[in-house]
């Protein structure tokens, strides 16, 4: 679900007034009569998954308040070119002066979900779930990782509050203790669940031993590598008799999820899916209406 509405407008709100400025859209007060009223057709030009409608009627909504919406899709609808997403008629200054926020919303969030729901089909019934990173724009995670979800993505920790993420850094600045001996202190300093990652076999054996829910392979390109990592942590939560997940994470794209997948991890995390994402094409398609 999306976040709050006063949150989500609070958020439109900042994204208007950076665009607005003190002066408002000087080229449009310039060029439009004011009384002058216009039709609006928001139209995909590429095939994708749709994600962040909600946002782009709350910009329309919020420059002309008795604008008249018509939602033609939903977010997590497939669209191709010549789609009609939406319908909006008003003020024609107040629709020219919320278009560039709206789509920046729009497309942006869309080409998240786009690329989320790619990769949830290039690992196909493994059952692997994909997961994003905290790899955000700063201010605008809650929307991000929110259309990870409309893509059929799951969503890592949302924060450093929510989950204890053990990464290469913080194991460097403990030394010289030792690694299982930072997970296992990690493990009983926190109530909230334990990622561990594993650079090595041997790290990997310690993250198990240390007492990690999930084992991050962090950089193990698949193939025998990953797969003889993924057999050691099996084994020693078997041997320990533990429940342990099996998290890999760096490289995963398009092109070898699949391959990931295919070497018994239980999911992927995937940081371009929020950091390097293509925006879907789409475009507002203005007309008058008086």
């Known amino acids: 679900?999306?976040?709050?509405?006063?949150?989500?407008?609070?958020?439109?709100?900042?994204?208007?007034?950076?665009?607005?400025?003190?002066?408002?859209?000087?080229?449009?007060?310039?060029?439009?009569?004011?009384?002058?009223?216009?039709?609006?057709?928001?139209?995909?030009?590429?095939?994708?998954?749709?994600?962040?409608?909600t946002l782009a009627e709350l910009c329309f909504l919020a420059l002309d308040p008795e604008a008249v919406l018509v939602r033609q899709r939903d977010d997590g609808a497939a669209l191709v070119p010549?789609?009609?997403?939406?319908?909006?008629e008003g003020s024609?200054?107040?629709?020219?002066?919320?278009e560039r926020t709206a789509l920046n919303f729009l497309q942006h969030l869309s080409g998240i979900a786009t690329r989320t729901r790619a990769l949830v089909r290039a690992v196909g019934s493994?059952?692997?779930?994909?997961?994003?990173?905290?790899?955000?724009?700063?201010?605008?995670?809650?929307?991000q990782k929110y259309a990870v979800r409309v893509g059929g993505g799951r969503n890592h920790r949302f924060g450093l509050h929510d989950q204890v993420?053990?990464?290469?850094?913080?194991?460097?600045?403990?030394e010289?203790?030792?690694?299982?001996?930072?997970?296992?202190?990690?493990?009983?300093?926190?109530?909230?669940?334990?990622?561990?990652?594993?650079?090595?076999?041997?790290?990997?054996?310690?993250?198990?031993?240390?007492?990690?829910?999930?084992?991050?392979?962090?950089?193990?390109?698949?193939?025998p590598?990953?797969?003889?990592?993924?057999?050691?942590?099996?084994?020693?939560?078997?041997?320990?008799?533990r429940t342990v997940e099996i998290e890999a994470s760096g490289g995963v794209d398009l092109h070898n999820?699949?391959?990931?997948?295919?070497?018994?991890?239980d999911r992927l995390s995937v940081g371009a899916l929020t950091h390097s994402v293509q925006a879907l094409d789409l475009s507002l398609r203005l007309e008058v209406l008086a």
């Not at 010549?82 to 909006?88: F, I, S």
């Not at 493994?126 to 929307?143: A, E, Q, Y």
């Not at 990997?204 to 950089?219: E, M, Q, T």
Request: hydrophobic letters at 50%; glycine letters at 8%; charged letters at 25%.
């Open 165 to 174: 993420l053990l990464k290469n850094n913080h194991f460097a600045l403990a």
């Open 126 to 143: 493994t059952g692997v779930r994909i997961l994003d990173t905290r790899k955000t724009l700063p201010g605008l995670r809650v929307l």
């Open 92 to 98: 024609a200054r107040a629709l020219l002066a919320a």
């Open 82 to 88: 010549g789609d009609v997403v939406l319908t909006v």
């Open 225 to 241: 590598a990953l797969r003889e990592a993924v057999a050691t942590v099996r084994g020693e939560a078997a041997r320990l008799r």
């Open 1 to 53: 679900m999306l976040p709050e509405s006063t949150q989500l407008r609070d958020l439109v709100d900042r994204a208007l007034a950076e665009d607005l400025g003190k002066t408002g859209d000087v080229t449009s007060a310039a060029a439009v009569p004011a009384a002058r009223r216009a039709r609006g057709r928001v139209v995909c030009k590429a095939e994708g998954v749709l994600a962040g409608v």
């Open 176 to 223: 010289p203790e030792p690694y299982e001996s930072v997970v296992r202190r990690a493990v009983g300093a926190s109530a909230a669940p334990l990622i561990a990652e594993a650079r090595t076999l041997e790290e990997a054996r310690a993250a198990v031993r240390g007492g990690a829910d999930v084992v991050l392979l962090d950089n193990f390109a698949p193939g």
């Open 257 to 265: 999820a699949a391959a990931f997948a295919a070497c018994g991890v």
